[in-house]
């Protein structure tokens, strides 16, 4: 079982940035495929980003490619979310995930809100 905890969110201007940071409580981060996903307000979870074992990796959603970063410190069981030119529309609750692969995810965090005010 692999627990995660994001944190990081807040409440931001439009045009401005916020890094998110997901922990996860196993010895063997290193296996794991990492990704981020948003829920928006009334909308279903969407893909945001995710990153290989290694950090070789990387896929993005059209959305936030070139705008987001995803990294990820194998040392400190962390994976990260850069945000930058932050858009109202990226108001969202965002979860962090782990898993076999990138595209297979199994164990989900509890989200943090992110808010992009106009």
């Known amino acids: 079982q692999v627990q995660l905890a994001e944190s990081g969110g807040g409440l931001v201007q439009a045009g401005g940035s916020l890094r998110l940071s997901c922990t996860a409580s196993?010895?063997?981060?290193?296996?794991?495929?990492m990704g981020w996903f948003r829920q928006p307000p009334g909308k279903e979870r969407e893909f945001v980003a995710a990153i290989n074992w290694s950090g070789g990796v990387t896929h993005y959603a059209d959305s936030v490619k070139g705008r987001f970063t995803i990294s990820r410190d194998n040392a400190k069981n962390t994976v990260y979310l850069q945000m930058n030119s932050l858009k109202p529309e990226d108001t969202a609750v965002y979860y962090c995930a782990a898993g076999a692969a990138p595209d297979d995810f199994d164990y989900w965090g509890q989200g943090t809100q992110v808010t992009v005010s106009s």
């Open positions: 196993t010895r063997t981060f290193a296996n794991y495929a």
